[in-house]
């Protein structure tokens, strides 16, 4: 494919999936819309909520277009991979910034990636670099698409003509855990993702012990301590290899970080975990401050907030109403339908409520038009105060202007 | 006592110490699966992440390489006895 082929599809695709996912925005259909939206306003929130659904749509392009890139052998082979951190001493950092990583081969490592730009292109390097390397996935993705992951491998195998060997773990196989101690004991790498999405039985469910609290722009997060525990008990550096695009028709770029060692004795476990994990967020936070429509674990990091820290009440509504009229609480609320059910989406707590089709309509009527006067809504007064009381709609009185 | 039985001791004590295990070692049934999806009778070792400490510690108090023990030695104390019994004394 030559350069205007490869800039035409991408185009169509990014035309298709912004015309897909507006024809949902307006049949309602916006569960996931909601909880990229909530997690915008905690993790971001000088990110104006006006701006939230065509950040929604930028980001859900990228998601599609990662893949796409991902896929076409030919941009495996362009993909620029450079040398992440500061630059060494006598060097300028523009200097700095476009250094080759030279991969090590024949050592134990543990490549740590991210979802962000084309997160597959750790996969594509390690098949270019001819580097044998395990690859962790979570219980889901190992079940549902590890099949079609060992597809993928192959064809970029085939078409880059490496014979490259891979195999897949799952990570939340105990055994497996065995396995890939095995595997690093062979001098072979492994590559695990930082920010995957959990497995069936959602976060919620899963032991405490198994996580640790990180910080991502200043606001606490649940980090897996499986990557920085391996690599203290193994004795196996950590490599972080983060991607993004500059430029949507460009080749992705890879950037490859120095090694986060967990060989200083007087360090304890816990200290090297967080240590670890901290570098790795702080990799992240990075790229995410500039690049923060490629990350798609906006769709679910929602999962990994601290529940003590999901508030019970929504928030207040901003006073920006009219006096005497109402306003649907868009910080605080969201809605959206699913098949023929309606929900009220609770911003704050991410929790959802289904509701009455006929109360959607006027929320949402509520919401679209920003004010509404009492005699408008179209609510009985049992149900107006009701909605009022719990903050999903809000008045303001001439006294409060 | 045998030197089964001193592996099997051994064991039961790392077993006892990675996972602050709040009993004795004779206590503990060298046939408890170590791994179960059974609310019911849940298996020895409840977080996952602890099969590679305790893998770890196993290798350096028997003096032995971790990769050496297969996967299928942790199923039960009893199976890892065999195992690396059998690996010591070959």
């Known amino acids: 494919m030559d350069r205007t082929a490869l800039i035409d599809e991408i185009r169509q695709i990014g035309d298709y999936v912004s015309r897909r996912e507006m024809g949902k925005m307006e049949k309602g259909i916006t569960k996931d819309f909601n909880f990229v939206s909530a997690s915008l306003s905690h993790f971001l929130p000088g990110l104006d909520q006006d701006e939230h659904p065509s950040f929604y749509l930028e980001m859900m392009r990228h998601r599609s277009l990662a893949v796409l890139h991902s896929d076409l052998p030919q941009l495996v082979h362009k993909m620029s991979v450079r040398k992440g951190g500061g630059p060494e001493k006598g060097q300028s950092p523009e200097d700095s910034r476009k250094a080759p990583f030279v991969p090590v081969v024949g050592a134990p490592m543990i490549y740590c990636g991210y979802h962000l730009g084309s997160y597959r292109a750790i996969i594509g390097y390690m098949v270019r670099e001819n580097l044998n390397f395990g690859l962790l996935l979570d219980k889901r993705t190992f079940l549902e698409q590890g099949d079609a992951v060992r597809q993928s491998i192959q064809e970029l195998r085939e078409s880059t003509g490496k014979e490259v060997q891979f195999t897949l773990f799952n990570a939340e196989d105990p055994l497996s855990l065995v396995a890939i101690s095995k595997w690093m004991r062979d001098s072979n790498p492994i590559v695990a993702y930082i920010d995957g999405n959990t497995g069936y039985g959602g976060l919620y469910n899963e032991k405490e012990s198994l996580f640790m609290e990180m910080e991502l722009f200043g606001h606490p997060i649940k980090c897996r301590k499986g990557i920085a525990l391996l690599s203290y008990l193994m004795q196996v550096p950590i490599v972080p290899a983060i991607s993004y695009f500059e430029n949507q028709e460009d080749a992705p770029i890879l950037e490859i970080h120095a090694p986060i060692c967990p060989w200083n004795s007087r360090e304890t476990k816990e200290q090297y975990m967080q240590r670890a994990n901290q570098a790795l967020f702080q990799i992240l936070e990075e790229k995410l401050a500039r690049y923060p429509s490629q990350w798609e674990a906006w769709l679910y990091v929602h999962k990994f907030i601290p529940a003590r820290l999901l508030k019970e009440e929504a928030l207040q509504a901003a006073n920006d109403a009219d006096a005497g009229m109402l306003c649907f609480n868009k910080k605080g609320f969201g809605l959206f339908k699913m098949g023929e059910k309606a929900y009220l989406f609770n911003r704050t707590n991410y929790s959802s409520f289904e509701i009455p089709p006929a109360l959607f309509d006027i929320l949402e009527e509520l919401r679209g038009r920003h004010s509404f006067g009492y005699a408008e809504a179209g609510l009985s007064t049992g149900n107006l105060s009701t909605l009022i009381r719990k903050n999903i709609l809000s008045h303001i009185t001439p006294s409060a202007k | ?90």
Request: glycine share 2%; aromatic share 6%.
């Open chain 2, 1 to 90: 006592m045998s030197s089964y039985e001193i592996v099997e001791t051994k064991i039961k004590e790392i077993l006892i110490e990675v996972l602050k295990l709040k009993q004795a070692p004779e206590s503990i049934s060298s046939q408890t699966p170590f791994f179960s999806n059974s609310p019911v009778k849940p298996g020895l070792i409840e977080d996952s992440l602890a099969i590679l400490e305790i893998s770890s510690r196993l290798a350096e108090e028997f003096d032995l390489i971790p990769s050496e023990i297969e996967e299928t030695a942790y199923q039960n104390i009893g199976t890892l006895t065999e195992a690396i019994s059998s690996l010591k004394a070959a």
